[in-house]
Every structure is written in C-alpha cells, then in structure tokens.
C-alpha cells in the first residue's frame, strides 16, 4: 500500500491522517463478510467521529454501539437508527444517558446490565422520567472485567423483564480475551464460550420469554460470530484496523487506512534517529516494538520514548536525515486515534480536509 502524500510539507507532525478509500473498502469488507447489514452493530470507539460514522451510514449501516456518553450522544447527532451503549450506566452518567435519550428522540437507545441494584436504579430513573429503555444483560464469557456469568444470569433476566421502565432484554457477549492467532484455535476457543450464552439462550425460551436478540464479539471474533444467523457482530477496529489486528488476524484482508505521520528531528549519533512521535502521539500500553510499524523502514528499532520523542537504531551508515517523513502504523489504533484532537484526510495523494475526533471529548452536550 502506497501511504505518500505529494504535499507533505504542508502537514506538521505528529499527526495521523486517514484515508478514506481504504475506510470505504473496509466497510464493504465487514458488509461482505456478514452478508446481512442489518446485523452488523459497529463499534465506534475506534474512529469516534462523525465523517466515519456517515460514511458506515452511506453503506446502510443502522446499528451501532458505543463505550462512552459522547460517543453516544455523537451516534443521536449523526441520525443512527439503533445504539448500544455497551456499559452499564451508574451515578451521573446514568442522567447523562437520560439527557442523550431525551436529545435524540429518534434514535432507539439500550445499555449493558449485569447486576441487580444497577437494574433497579435504571427502572426507577426511567420511570421518574415516564420512559423506557431497553437493555442487554453484560454476560462474562470469559473477559473477567464485567458482566454476570451466564449460569447466574436467568435470574436477573426474569428480574429485569418484570420492571417498569425497563423494555425488552437482549444478551450481550463481548470475547476480547479471544486472541488466538491461528483462526481454528480462535474458532474453538470462542465456540466454547458462545456455546454458554447459547444454553442461557435456551433456558430463556424454555422460561416461555420471547427469543432475545444476541450481540456478540469484536474483531478477533468477527468471521466466526458473522456465520451465526442469529447474532448480532459489533467489530471496531476494522473501520481503520492496525497492525495489532493485522498481525493477529490475518485471514481479515481490512487495510490499514489510519497513518501516523512523523519527522526526523535530530541524529543523536551515528546511528540513532529522534522522530517527534512521543507516547502523547501513538498508545503507549504496548512494550516499545509494538507500538509503531514504518512499512517502508521495517529496519529501523526503536530503542527509547518519551512524552515527545521516539529514539530508535537505524544502523551505522544509514542515509536518513534532518526533516525526513516517515509513515507509521499502530499497534493499537483506537487509543492512538484518542490521542488526536482531529486527523486529516488524504485522498489521491493529496490533503483534502480535517475530520474531527469528536467523540474524544468525555463531554459533548450531555
């Protein structure tokens, strides 16, 4: 893949860039892949603006899901049909999700439960309101971060279906912790947890309750869950991917369309390089070789970084210098995307435009 940009010297750096041919190609890909649009819900924490979420809208897409209250509330602005806050809302941000509801009438709004004083505090703040909201129960499949365990969950489904201000319930099974390389094993792996909501499933049924919507997986997880008729897949990455996911996932052909943009800044000595691509710049989570991958400098090591500095080992005789551009790819592009205020958008070669990261922000209006 060719990243150049022609008039680079009017971008300073750091910066990431985003190009949107290749963002359209990966939203074909993950419509192909599943074959029925109405059963994909896209992540958005990774792009969290609003250019992107158009263009996911432009191809059909209805469904979304989301992380945080701004990314909510940015799906409500940009008209999406149907939003799944994937978290349980308590405190503040419970109001705060009221307030995104109350904003965007014509978005149908749910959110993630997975215990019962949570379920009980929603009931009674929907209802004080004269409204309803639809929620999903966060099932622990195996993430260990939340959720109910789906053997405990019946009970508190029965619960949540019997409140007043609660709507219908759906079952919400998120496998990050998934990350086998070798697709089989990764099929095998997931298989065995999904087949836990899948028994819940049953007893729901069995229970006499209607058949609850499922929504299940990430990226790792997408071709597999894509195969299941009846379930809802809420990838993210895939709207720009990574080398992370790439590297992980190579049986997902998604190019990577966001690219960190960095300069040679100083030549510490003979060997070493100093770009302007500090852990404020790309996610820093990673140890230091997985953070940045230059495709045109697969050579280079990085050695040591700072808030505003990448030092890395080019070799003795190396030809770089002073002002050199060079193109990066994360590692991990959803916190890197977080990182950036706004990217900007290179199309044939050329910058065309800035598209704001808008759902950054911990605050938009609500």
């Not at 150049?4 to 190009?19: G, H, M, N, R």
């Not at 990838?235 to 590297?247: E, H, V």
Request: proline share 6%; glycine share 6%; charged share 25%.
């Amino acid at each position: 893949m060719n990243y150049t940009i022609d008039d680079i010297d009017q971008l300073d750096s750091p910066a990431l860039v985003i190009y949107p041919e290749w963002v359209r190609h990966n939203i074909d890909l993950a419509i192909r892949m599943i074959g029925d649009v109405q059963r994909l819900r896209p992540h958005v924490k990774t792009h969290k603006s609003a250019e992107t979420t158009r263009l996911m809208l432009d191809a059909g897409i209805r469904k979304f899901k989301c992380a945080t209250i701004a990314e909510a509330e940015m799906l409500g602005m940009c008209g999406a049909a149907d939003v799944l806050l994937a978290y349980q809302p308590v405190g503040p941000k419970l109001h705060r999700f009221i307030a995104v509801m109350e904003k965007c009438p014509a978005t149908r709004y749910s959110c993630l439960v997975d215990h019962i004083a949570a379920a009980q505090a929603m009931a009674a703040a929907f209802l004080a309101r004269q409204m309803e909201v639809l929620v999903y129960l966060d099932l622990n499949i195996g993430q260990n971060r939340t959720g109910i365990v789906p053997e405990d969950a019946l009970d508190l489904f029965n619960a949540c279906i019997s409140m007043k201000g609660i709507g219908s319930v759906g079952l919400h099974a998120y496998d990050g912790h998934i990350r086998n390389s070798d697709l089989e094993a990764r099929k095998t792996a997931c298989d065995a947890a999904f087949l836990r909501v899948t028994t819940l499933k049953e007893a729901i049924l069995k229970a006499g309750f209607p058949e609850p919507v499922i929504v299940a997986g990430g990226s790792p997880s997408y071709p597999i869950h894509a195969a299941r008729e009846q379930v809802e897949c809420s990838p993210g990455t895939f709207i720009y991917w990574d080398k992370g996911y790439g590297d992980l996932c190579p049986e997902q052909p998604f190019k990577p369309a966001a690219i960190l943009i960095t300069r040679v800044i100083s030549l510490p000595d003979a060997g070493k390089l100093c770009l302007d691509l500090g852990h404020k710049s790309v996610a820093a989570e990673n140890p230091i070789d997985k953070r940045v991958f230059f495709p045109d400098a697969p050579e280079l090591i990085p050695l040591g970084q700072s808030e505003e500095h990448l030092v890395v080992e080019a070799g003795t005789g190396h030809s770089w210098e002073i002002g050199d551009v060079l193109y990066g790819i994360p590692f991990h592009i959803c916190p890197t995307v977080a990182l950036y205020e706004k990217v900007y958008t290179v199309e044939n070669k050329k910058i065309t435009g800035e598209w704001r990261t808008i759902a950054r922000d911990r605050k938009i209006t609500c």
